[in-house]
T-cell receptor
């Protein structure tokens, strides 16, 4: 059974600081997703990582994938308040079923 | 609209009542998924349709849960004799994916239906 674990589960950051969220998955997966969820809202797709060594960046967020280590990271650079949300990673099985991590609640303070 | 639409947005049901949750996927999307998201948790897979065929229902928590997609478009998730533990947000997602080799597998999520069983 595929398991996906994120850490930390709670992250309180000061504006301007950098931090990384880690996502470990237990079995071989052909792609890894990162989503953002604001309170009471649905899931917004941030990144899709398709292969080993893939790195994608959008604004202050950068995601990477190491399939050998079964590890993905979401790096936050110079955090701003607007980044406060819950972030999920999800691993995909062959037909598109997603297994999600527990989520990381990010709060950015002034 | 162009996105995945779910209705109702909110549903309060008395314990023992039956409920039906509707999902309108993006037009032309082959794959449709239902997920259950309990408070403070990540979404958990319930069931998967490819067109009208339900190919995986391994995530349905009990035989009180039933899903259908009779014409390969709109889907309905039905919960019979609701219990308090059924309280959650039910998310629907669709993707263009035509099979295991397809690259078009990005799933687009609806806003969800928040079900509260009292």
């Amino acid at each position: 059974e595929l398991k996906v674990e994120q850490n930390p589960l709670f992250l309180s950051m000061q504006e301007g600081k950098n931090y990384t969220i880690y996502c470990n998955y237990s079995t071989t997966s052909d792609r890894l997703y990162w989503y953002r969820q604001d309170p009471g809202k649905s899931l917004e797709s941030l990144f899709v990582l398709l292969s080993n060594g893939a790195v994608k960046q959008e604004g202050r967020l950068m995601a990477s994938l190491d399939t050998k280590a079964r590890l993905s990271t979401l790096h936050i650079t110079a955090a701003v308040h607007d980044l406060s949300a819950t972030y999920f990673c999800a691993s995909r099985t062959s037909y598109g079923k997603l297994t999600f991590g527990q989520g990381t609640i990010l709060t950015v303070h002034p | 609209g162009a996105g995945v639409s779910q209705s109702p947005r909110y549903k309060v049901a008395k314990r023992g009542q039956d409920v039906a949750l509707r999902c309108d996927p993006i037009s032309g999307h082959v794959s449709l998924f239902w997920y259950q998201q309990a408070l403070g948790q990540g979404p958990e897979f319930l069931t998967y349709f490819q067109n009208e065929a339900q190919l995986d229902k391994s995530g349905l928590p009990s035989d009180r849960f039933f899903a259908e997609r009779p014409e390969g478009s709109v889907s309905t998730l039905k919960i019979q004799r609701t219990q308090q533990e059924d309280s959650a947000v039910y998310l629907c997602a669709s993707s263009l994916d035509l099979g295991t080799e397809s690259m078009n597998t990005e799933a687009f999520f609806g806003q969800g239906t928040r079900l509260t069983v009292v």
